[in-house]
């Protein structure tokens, strides 16, 4: 069974820093492209960055470049978001997920919820 | 504002046929990239609902169906049900980057 498992989120105060995980099983991970997708409370779904799967392509939004740094471990089956610089809008629900930046999102885990707060 | 643009609404009765829009541009949806669409259910993580514009994944109802024309999609659901309320999402590429639309609220009257 193909399983998300994203931890890390929590609370946090404007400027500080967080660093997500996302495990996953069920699939070879090496062989995929993941991403990292959020939700803020009540708004819509909005695309944070992607990574293919052995690191040497690497997209961000305008909104969270040069805060935000995509890494994966493969030995480890492991996807990480290092966070930056936070701010009250990167507060949201975050989502890792398997796929290209042109492919449907057909597996997602439960998400981890990130909250900037002072 | 998102790139891809979507109605904040829209609603229906159960048993009728609703539609919702999702319009792109030149540099997403007109350069050919494909649309999928997801619903998601509240409190839970989004389901992907079509795929490759019109493709549905195995589970999904035949009532659900995707087209694409020109720098637009749509998404149609028929012989609506109570169950189908829900926040329905497009989603396409544009210059390097995944693109949402803004989400619309479907509400069985």
């Known amino acids: 069974e193909v399983q998300l498992v994203e931890s890390g989120g929590g609370l946090v105060k404007p400027g500080g820093s967080l660093r997500l995980s996302c495990a996953a099983s069920?699939?070879?991970?090496?062989?995929?492209?993941m991403n990292w997708v959020r939700q803020a409370p009540g708004k819509g779904l909005e695309w944070v960055s992607s990574?293919?799967?052995?690191?040497?392509?690497?997209y961000y939004a305008d909104s969270v470049k040069g805060r935000f740094t995509i890494s994966r471990d493969n030995a480890k089956n492991s996807l990480y978001l290092q966070m930056n610089s936070l701010r009250a809008e990167d507060t949201a629900v975050y989502y890792c997920?398997?796929?290209?930046?042109?492919?449907?999102?057909?597996?997602w885990g439960q998400g981890t919820m990130v909250t900037v707060s002072s | 504002q998102s790139v891809l643009t979507q109605p904040p609404s829209v609603s229906g009765a159960p048993g009728q046929r609703v539609t919702i829009s999702c319009t792109g541009s030149?540099?997403?949806?007109?350069?050919?990239?494909?649309v999928h669409w997801y619903q998601q259910l509240p409190g839970t993580a989004p389901k992907l609902l079509i795929y490759?514009?019109?493709n549905r994944p195995s589970g999904v109802p035949d009532r659900f169906s995707g087209s694409k024309s020109g720098t637009s999609a749509s998404l149609a659901i028929t012989g609506l049900q109570a169950e189908d309320e829900a926040d329905y999402y497009c989603?396409?590429?544009?210059?390097?980057?995944?693109?949402f639309g803004g989400g619309t609220k479907l509400t069985v009257l």
């Open positions: 990574i293919s799967s052995s690191s040497s392509y690497i």
């Open positions: 069920g699939f070879t991970f090496s062989s995929y492209s």
């Open positions: 989603q396409s590429y544009d210059s390097s980057v995944v693109v």
């Open positions: 997920v398997p796929g290209g930046v042109e492919d449907a999102f057909d597996i």
């Open positions: 490759g514009n019109s």
């Open positions: 030149s540099s997403n949806i007109g350069a050919g990239y494909d």
